[in-house]
């Protein structure tokens, strides 16, 4: 009787490692089914990553070449136009100062006195009018300094990251 009892222990003991080792088997390839693709997919998605990334940097870096070509051109012009500016300021001040002791040459002539007169404010809002281009132009030169620090920092930030 002990002998049966312990044979039937035995079998069912061996019955269910059985079953344990198909569950165990089934569960398995159920996780093969999903894990296998799963990775495959990441691969790609990172490979894709990659590829999306380094054309995007080698855009940026002739994106900041041509945008730093322009820029040593545009700054020179701006220069130049800027000097332009201080000599027109200079020739306008002369002019106001010729203006001004015809002025009182003039105070005789009481009709040329009222065109001198209207010529001076023509001249004095040409003044104004080559003050306000000149501030203008202060405020290029500005804003396309600006435009060269936030392209070039992050471009040479960028081109850290460049294997060449």
């Given at each position: 009787?002990?002998?049966?009892?312990?044979?039937?222990?035995?079998?069912?003991?061996r019955?269910?490692?059985t079953r344990l080792s198909e569950v165990f088997e089934t569960?398995?390839?159920?996780w093969e089914l999903i894990i296998y693709p799963s990775m495959f997919?990441?691969?790609?998605?990172?490979?894709?990553?990659?590829?999306?990334?380094y054309r995007l940097a080698g855009d940026m870096h002739y994106m900041v070449i041509s945008v730093d070509t322009h820029m040593?051109?545009?700054?020179?012009?701006?220069?130049?136009?800027?000097?332009?500016?201080?000599?027109?300021?200079?020739n306008i001040r002369t002019m106001t100062v010729s203006l001004d002791?015809?002025?009182h040459k003039m105070g005789t002539l009481q009709p040329i006195l009222a065109?001198?007169?209207?010529?001076?404010?023509?001249?004095?809002?040409?003044?104004?009018?080559?003050?306000?281009?000149?501030v203008a132009t202060r405020n290029m030169q500005y804003d396309m300094s600006r435009l060269n620090e936030n392209v070039g920092r992050p471009m040479s930030f960028m081109n850290s990251f460049m294997p060449w």
């Open positions: 009787m002990k002998s049966q009892e312990v044979e039937l222990d035995s079998v069912s003991d019955e269910g490692m569960s398995a390839r159920r997919a990441f691969v790609v998605l990172a490979a894709y990553g990659f590829f999306l990334i040593s051109v545009l700054s020179s012009n701006m220069q130049s136009m800027s000097e332009n500016m201080g000599q027109m300021t200079t002791s015809m002025e065109s001198m007169e209207s010529m001076d404010e023509s001249m004095k809002s040409m003044k104004a009018s080559t003050k306000v281009m000149t």
